[in-house]
């Protein structure tokens, strides 16, 4: 069996609410969210027990069945990824809010926020990982 792409993106939309984007037409969407998993399968590939190289981009799929837990931790994966994008980019956030708000609260604190959000983001996906592995693997079986 193969566990579609569009499986992980459904679980990663909830873990953030950006409006803009998710009115996107849909091959825009899914394509930005294809990078994110990419990036959040290679950092994950390293100590999953599940061969997340086997993956098919023109099938937008794995072609292995994922379970949930591989599935809960890409999508937790995309949300950081997502969320750094935001992070790094104050046009957007200058965008979200209008010309008084944005001069009226500092952008700099506004970024540290958003920063700090990040940090914690990263920190759960790191620690989901760490978990994964240590339920899956043994010490000789990890990857190097």
């Known amino acids: ?3 579609p792409f569009t499986d992980i ?4 939309i909830f873990r953030f609410a950006d409006y803009e984007f998710l ?11 294809e990078k994110y998993l990419i990036s959040a399968k290679t950092e994950f590939q390293r100590v999953c027990k599940t061969d997340l190289g086997d993956y098919d981009t ?6 292995q069945t994922l379970d949930d837990e ?5 999508s937790l994966g995309i949300a950081f990824y997502w969320l750094s994008y935001k992070a790094l980019n104050s046009e957007l956030l200058k ?19 958003i920063q ?26 990890l990857k190097t």
């Open 70 to 74: 591989i599935i809960e931790i890409l």
């Open 95 to 113: 965008n979200v809010l209008n010309s008084k708000d944005f001069y009226y609260y500092s952008p700099a604190n506004l970024l540290k926020e």
């Open 1 to 3: 069996m193969a566990t």
């Open 9 to 12: 993106y459904a679980r990663a």
């Open 23 to 33: 009115k996107q037409d849909i091959e825009t969407r899914e394509g930005v969210l």
């Open 116 to 141: 700090t959000l990040r940090k914690t983001l990263k920190d759960e996906f790191n620690s989901k990982m760490r978990q994964h592995s240590y339920n899956n693997n043994t010490i000789s079986t």
């Open 58 to 63: 023109e099938l937008k799929q794995f072609n």
